[in-house]
């Protein structure tokens, strides 16, 4: 069953901790993409790849690191220099470039920092 | 940078009623128009999208339509049934700073709820 898995579906974080979520996707995408969703703001983009061992920072990066290790998996941390990381986190991939691909998305993952 | 505007950001309808929500963009250069729908608690998936070179697209009751020369595109349901109820995202696509990678700018989201 092919698809993109985020976990896990819900982290807690406290002050001053690194924490990171995993993406991984069995669609042979070559791009994958992280978005972060608030209430009212739409999906924000914090990094992308669109190759193996290569990625580029999106609009709102400053707090958070990327690896891409394997084309399978997309794994984002979140650094305790992310001031306000409570928010709900989106993984995506594309077969080609998101200016004309449907972009797939993980379930999502709820992190609180508490 | 692009940036994409999304109105309304609440939109409450009788079923068999028609909805419309719409969208503006910046970029002149945006040329790839998708909605996605996002159920509560789901991932958001793609209902429709749009390319620059064609003005409207029709997929049963689900229409977008393009106004390239405004920087506008809506997303029109019609005969709106429970199960349209989700929140709605509309994005541009276009190019990352001139490399040959593209990245969607998404508007702030529509929550539609569509009364029996």
């Known amino acids: 069953d092919g698809g993109i898995t985020q976990s896990p579906k819900y982290l807690f974080r406290k002050e001053g901790q690194n924490v990171t979520l995993s993406c991984e996707q069995n669609?042979?995408?070559?791009?994958m993409y992280w978005y972060r969703q608030d209430p009212g703001q739409g999906l924000r983009l914090i990094y992308y790849s669109q190759i193996v061992n290569d990625f580029q920072k999106g609009d709102i990066a400053e707090g958070y690191s990327v690896s891409r290790e394997k084309k399978e998996s997309f794994p984002l941390t979140v650094t305790s220099a992310q001031k306000n990381p409570t928010a709900f986190y989106l993984c995506?991939?594309?077969?080609?470039?998101?200016?004309?691909?449907?972009?797939?998305f993980g379930q999502g993952t709820r992190l609180t920092v508490v | 940078g692009e940036n994409v505007e999304q109105h309304p950001s609440t939109l409450s309808v009788q079923e068999g009623d028609s909805a419309v929500i719409k969208c503006t963009y910046s970029d002149s250069a945006s040329n790839y128009f998708p909605w996605y729908k996002q159920e509560l608690g789901k991932r958001p998936q793609l209902i429709i999208d749009i390319r620059s070179n064609v003005g409207e697209k029709k997929d049963q009751r689900i229409a977008v339509t393009l106004n390239k020369t405004a920087k506008h595109f809506s997303l029109h349901i019609t005969e709106t049934q429970p199960e349209d109820s989700a929140v709605y995202f509309c994005?541009?696509?276009?190019?990352?700073?001139?490399?040959?990678?593209?990245?969607?700018?998404f508007g702030q989201g529509t929550i539609l709820t569509v009364h029996p």
């Open positions: 994005a541009a696509g276009s190019n990352a700073g001139g490399t040959s990678y593209g990245k969607l700018t």
């Open positions: 669609l042979n995408h070559d791009a």
């Open positions: 995506a991939s594309t077969t080609g470039s998101l200016m004309n691909t449907e972009a797939f």
